[in-house]
């Protein structure tokens, strides 16, 4: 452990809180520390783990160790990572999750194996984190086929309408929706999508739900 601590440290000057970013398997095989490690039966994380305990995340690196990600330790590991970065690093509350976990969150806490693991798909990831706590269409990059799925569009209208502004019936609604909610409440893929940008056809769709609250 003295040996990478001065390698890196000492001969390569890396400050210890970017040793992530700079330290690959290269960096140390080829300062001769391959055969000790082999020795051990290491990879190149596990050396650095041995000579920085605990301080550092697998998965914090440029290059996880290989295979890292796989089978059902590896999804248990995505998960774990992504629960860490969310509550421990970042501290981002439940509600908010939505809009801050996207691409660029992946990318930024080099979770991109995660983001693949999952399909490149945001709520893939945090309902394997969270089960259940969240629906697709509340994510900022929601997945297209979300506004074609009936299911979908009246949870979210109602979710709008009645959580977000509050409205109490679908009468005041009717009256009372505006296109521009749907842009300050993130919901113009909705607007788009199901309604085709037409207010017309919101005030149809509710005039619909409200008759088959009459029946």
């Known amino acids: 452990s003295y040996m990478t601590c001065y390698l890196l440290e000492q001969r390569l000057s890396i400050p210890i809180h970017e040793i992530p970013l700079h330290v690959k398997a290269g960096t140390l095989w080829d300062y001769r520390l391959r055969p000790p490690a082999m020795m051990y039966g290491w990879n190149y994380y596990e050396v650095i783990d041995n000579a920085y305990p605990g301080i550092f995340k697998p998965w914090q690196f440029q290059q ?5 990600w796989d089978g059902e330790e590896g999804q248990r590991r995505a998960i774990e990572a992504v629960k860490y970065v969310i509550e421990e ?31 490149q798909s945001p709520f893939q ?15 900022a990059n929601v997945p297209m086929h979300c506004w074609k799925n009936k299911t979908y569009i009246q949870e979210a209208m109602e979710d709008f309408l009645f959580k977000q502004l509050h409205f109490s019936s679908y009468k005041e609604a009717f009256l009372k929706v ?7 409440f993130r919901l113009t893929g909705l607007f788009q999508m199901a309604f085709d940008s037409q207010m017309n056809n919101v005030k149809e769709w509710i005039k619909m739900q409200e008759m088959k609250v009459d029946k």
């Open 89 to 119: 690093e970042l501290k981002i509350p439940l509600k908010e999750i939505p809009f801050r976990v996207n691409m660029h969150f992946f990318k930024q806490h080099s979770l991109g194996g995660v983001f693949t693991l999952f399909g």
């Open 64 to 68: 996880v160790p290989n295979k890292y």
């Open 125 to 139: 990831v945090v309902d394997a984190v969270y089960p259940g706590a969240f629906k697709p269409w509340q994510f």
């Open 178 to 184: 505006r296109s521009q909610y749907f842009n300050d």
